[in-house]
């Protein structure tokens, strides 16, 4: 049996910023966009998952940094196959980099206490850094494999994994305890279960339970039911190493940038139109 | 001391491009900053590389030579550059945005407790000023990247913490010998100092490298495939074109996401960085970490059916319409006027 922990975050879903998430000055409304699993998280908590299929014994945490909010990716990863959750949730993690964030999820990990194995996704869409995985395994003093596509073995204290690379790939071998990374090529995440979505569809944590005395009865009695809440104090972090006062990193300025728009000639689908411009791109050496 | 430091990346015995488009940067950040160019070199067999990086205007180069340490893994050229920067004290440390760099740059920024940004499209040097504090500061490098939330790009400065770290895709920068003849001091690290037996525990049972199958960089003509070429079967409209005017195919990230083209093909901000002699796009709306990737191309042609598209205000021709009306003719338009066959080229039909 293994224990598992897997890292991970909900994200502004970047990929359908749709016409109506726009706001008229050219930025974002960020409210006005989906809240979703972090992709690569869903691979990272297969690859757990598979582990858990051949080993059922082991036992996966599910770990997320964030808003109240994000318990929903936890309740998800529950639906799907994990054990259980834990929010880390603080006034005090505000405008966190990635390494203030990753202090903050080491000392959590630290609190969940013993493992075997953590997995990450590679990075998270609204940032694409891949920076946390690799700088919690350092603050957590293991070694990291990061990019896998795929857990070729895992026996006793040895894993065997496949990485992907920019180009090619490479198979590793490393001894537990390690952190590894999970590639968007790795296996897609099994859907959710129906069972385990009757099971835990009324998991909360304390946050979500505060004005709801019937739940917070209902999961008293029912522990599974609670998904544990912990803040910066819990897990024994420095607060001179969170949030904003704890980020090396300075956001110096935002700038909106406007194009300087080109004089640009606009054409039609028309047939004269376009055999137009195939003849200007020819005389003009563009193509050809 | 206080000097840049460019990380270099080898692969079959030679230094990465990625690795001399950031030595040609650091180079001009030194100057203004007026200290010292480094490049620290880990790998196998090494003898002539310190004379290879030094055409790029490098004064110091270190060489951590030892069969062990290639190919990379991350333990080890890790304690190496955290060992060798603690005593050389660089304010700036670059490195690639590679497999390896954003394996190996969090992990040291980690270890020394420096700030880390990531695929920058631009560095420079300028001053910063912490209101708050009360603090002024002189000389820091500007980190210079979009942000998620719409045309914004934000410049991120590490005021207190050193080194300042940042990692760029390759492309970005330009890469160019400043003269054959400059000369680098030739520093041989002694790897025993830094490393131990546990810095080895992962190791590599199988490694392939592929050469990659496309070629955006050397491309003059470059057609780029957005989330409006609606599927991967459409994209072979693109490959058409291609084949018949010999140009290479492009994609956005909507489009790698939605699995209608490989990650290889990805422009922009996270992807690959062009400068081609024509820009074709296609169903691509234009948002700044697109843009970030071939803002320098020559020219730039917008197939689009929103009028409206940002891209457009980039483009020297709109065409406004349905791609899958409008590529078949162009293919059409393009083989009646042309006197001389072209060579076969590009995509994946080439
Ligand atoms: C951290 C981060 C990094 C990123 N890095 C990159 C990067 O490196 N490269 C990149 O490209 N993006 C990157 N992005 C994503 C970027 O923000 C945009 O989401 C993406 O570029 C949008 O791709 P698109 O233009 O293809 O899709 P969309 O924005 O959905 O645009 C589709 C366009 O197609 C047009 N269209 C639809 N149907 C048709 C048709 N039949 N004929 C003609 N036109 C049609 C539409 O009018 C629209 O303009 C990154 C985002 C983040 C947060």
């Not at chain 2, 700036?92 to 394996?103: E, K, N, Q």
């Not at chain 2, 599927?231 to 409209?237: A, R, W």
Request: aromatic share 6%.
């Amino acid at each position: 049996m293994y224990k598992i922990i897997v890292l991970v975050k909900q994200v502004p879903d970047t990929r359908n910023v749709g016409k109506d998430a726009m706001k008229a000055d050219g930025t974002v409304n960020r409210a006005a966009l989906p809240a979703i699993f972090n992709p690569e998280d869903l691979n990272a908590l297969e690859l757990a998952l598979e582990v858990k299929d051949k080993y059922p014994d082991t036992h996966i945490t599910l770990l997320t940094m964030g808003p109240v909010r994000a318990a929903e990716i936890l309740r998800e990863g529950l639906y799907r196959g994990a054990d259980a959750g834990v929010l880390l949730t603080d006034k005090a993690f505000a405008g966190s980099d990635t390494l203030a964030t990753s202090y903050a999820l080491s000392r959590a990990v630290r609190k969940i206490g013993e493992f075997d194995l953590i997995f990450a996704g590679r990075q998270a869409i609204d940032g694409d850094t891949a920076q946390v995985g690799p700088q919690v395994a350092d603050k957590l003093g293991i070694p990291q494999i990061t990019y896998a596509e795929d857990v070729i073995s895992l026996k006793d204290k040895t894993v065997q994994i496949k990485r992907r690379l920019e180009r090619g790939f490479e198979v590793v071998e490393g001894q537990l305890p390690l952190l590894i990374t999970a590639h968007s090529t790795a296996p897609d995440c099994r859907p959710r279960n129906a069972k385990r979505l009757m099971k835990y569809k009324r998991a909360t944590t304390l946050s979500e339970r505060h004005n709801v005395s019937d739940d917070y009865l209902s999961a008293n009695q029912k522990p599974y039911l609670s998904i544990t809440e912990w803040c910066a104090k819990d897990v024994d972090s420095d607060l001179a190493q969170l949030g904003l006062g704890g980020s090396p990193t300075k956001v110096r300025q935002v700038e909106n940038i406007v194009f300087q728009a080109k004089e640009s000639k606009v054409l039609t689908t028309d047939d004269g139109d376009i055999e137009w411009l195939m003849q200007e791109l020819i005389t003009n050496h563009t193509i050809g | 001391m206080n000097n840049v430091c460019v990380y270099c990346e080898i692969e079959e015995g030679k230094i990465q491009d990625v690795s001399y488009e950031l030595l040609t940067k650091g180079r001009s950040l030194a100057n203004q900053l007026n200290v010292k160019l480094e490049a620290l070199i880990i790998g196998d067999s090494l003898a002539g590389m310190g004379k290879e990086v030094s055409k790029y205007g490098v004064d110091i180069v270190y060489l951590a030579d030892d069969k062990r340490l290639y190919p990379f893994t991350t333990l080890p050229h890790t304690a190496i550059a955290v060992g060798l920067f603690k005593e050389t004290q660089p304010q700036i440390v670059l490195m690639g945005a590679t497999s390896i760099g954003r394996d190996l740059g969090p992990r040291i920024s980690s270890s020394l407790t420096s700030g880390l940004t990531a695929d920058c499209t631009d560095l420079q040097i300028g001053e910063y000023e912490d209101k708050k504090a009360g603090k002024k500061y002189e000389n820091l490098l500007y980190q210079i990247r979009p942000a998620f939330g719409g045309n914004i790009v934000a410049t991120i400065v590490n005021p207190d913490n050193r080194p300042q770290m940042a990692t760029v895709r390759e492309g970005v920068m330009k890469k160019e010998i400043l003269t054959e003849s400059h000369k680098a001091e030739v520093v041989n690290i002694d790897v025993n100092k830094y490393l131990n037996d546990a810095d080895f525990a992962v190791k590599i049972i199988e490694r392939q490298i592929e050469q990659s199958k496309v070629n955006l960089k050397g491309s003059s003509i470059i057609i780029a495939g957005g989330y409006g070429v609606g599927s991967k079967e459409n994209f072979n409209l693109l490959y058409d074109l291609a084949h018949a005017i010999g140009a290479e195919v492009g994609a956005s990230r909507a489009a790698v996401d939605a699995g209608f083209a490989d990650k290889e093909r990805q422009i922009g901000q996270t992807g690959i960085t062009v400068r081609p002699k024509l820009y074709i796009a296609c169903g691509i709306s234009g948002q700044i970490q697109h843009i970030a990737g071939m803002q320098e191309s020559a020219m730039v042609i917008s197939i689009n059916n929103d009028p409206n598209a940002p891209i457009n205000k980039l483009a020297d021709y709109v065409i406004q319409g349905n791609l899958e009306n409008i590529i078949p003719k162009m293919i059409k338009y393009y083989r009646k006027n042309i006197i001389a066959p072209c060579p076969l080229r590009g995509g994946p039909r080439g």
